[in-house]
């Protein structure tokens, strides 16, 4: 349970919070480490890589439509519904970073978002740069979604997942704003949640809100790859301690 110091907030104090997998766990998303993780059946690199994709796209949309059927049949948990609950208290001094794809923030009620590796739920062009469009469906092939605006200037294009791949660029806007709300905190705190600090630069958030002087707590089943990075760690499920946690905020 929660540190004997535990997450005191006052009117002055700004909260940046980054999820990772490990806060949908309880919801039933096999993270993507744990025994039975989403990859064991694939390699990153064949499935969440733009070289995997270019090499076999329907794998890749079938591995993409396993993700968003599975996501759908999942409800947010405590964690996600604690961390909506500190949004609403704390209105713009709260941010929430997240490196889950799942949309589980966002149905929990979550609006200071970022989903800082992208969305299940969205589909983008691989060529233009057509804003990418909600979509539920499931592309098992063997005919894969193409791009209608570059249809319509005679190119076919295929649609992919709007998703931050390995070796792909975070979106900039993202991380800048990520920046600008830590930039213009008069007291920060960081909280990581269900993350393994395996995966960069997610991983090194905590150490560019260290830099700024924050205080630091990480929340997760078991010590992360950053443990060390943090002030606090507190050893749990999130579904359980996040809402213990930032209760007694
Ligand atoms: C990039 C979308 C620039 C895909 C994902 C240094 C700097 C920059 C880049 C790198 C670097 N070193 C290496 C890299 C390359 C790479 C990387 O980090 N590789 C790793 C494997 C070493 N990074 C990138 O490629 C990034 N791009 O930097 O661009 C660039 C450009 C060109 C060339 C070079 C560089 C892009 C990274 C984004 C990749 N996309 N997601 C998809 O989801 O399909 S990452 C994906 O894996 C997830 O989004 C997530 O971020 C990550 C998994 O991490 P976690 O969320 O932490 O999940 P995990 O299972 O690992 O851990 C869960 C934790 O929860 C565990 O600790 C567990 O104990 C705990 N837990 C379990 N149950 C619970 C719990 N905790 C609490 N309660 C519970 N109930």
Same mark, same amino acid.
């Given at each position: +349970? ?79 519904? %604690? ?85 792909? +660029? ?13 930039? %213009? ?29 924050? &205080? &630091? ?9 950053? &443990? ?20 007694? %905020?």
């Amino acid at each position: +349970m929660p540190n004997p110091e535990t997450l005191a907030l006052d009117d002055d104090t700004s909260v940046l919070v980054l999820t990772g997998a490990g806060v949908s766990a309880e919801s039933g998303i096999p993270t993507f480490r744990a025994a039975g993780g989403f990859w064991e059946s694939h390699s990153i690199e064949q499935v969440a890589s733009p070289g995997g994709f270019a090499r076999d796209p329907a794998l890749v949309w079938r591995f993409y439509s396993e993700r968003r059927q599975k996501a759908l049949t999942c409800l947010p948990n405590p964690g996600h519904h %604690a961390l909506r609950a500190l949004e609403e208290r704390l209105g713009d001094r709260f941010l929430l970073a997240t490196q889950n794809v799942d949309d589980l923030h966002r149905r929990a009620g979550s609006q200071r978002l970022v989903e800082i590796h992208g969305n299940l739920f969205l589909t983008r062009c691989s060529h233009c740069a057509a804003t990418p469009v909600r979509d539920e469906e499931e592309h098992f092939g063997p005919d894969l979604p193409r791009c209608p605006a570059c249809a319509r200037g005679g190119r076919e294009s295929l649609l992919r997942p709007h998703i931050v791949w390995f070796g792909e +660029m975070l979106d900039p806007r993202h991380l800048e704003r990520i920046d600008r709300f830590m930039d %213009a905190a008069r007291r920060l705190v960081f909280l990581a949640a269900g993350t393994s600090g395996a995966v960069w630069p997610a991983a090194g958030m905590v150490n560019a809100a260290r830099a700024r002087g924050a &205080t &630091t707590w990480l929340v997760n089943a078991e010590a992360a790859e950053n &443990t060390a990075a943090f002030h606090h760690f507190v050893e749990g499920p999130s579904g359980l301690v996040l809402p213990a946690l930032l209760k007694t %905020a």
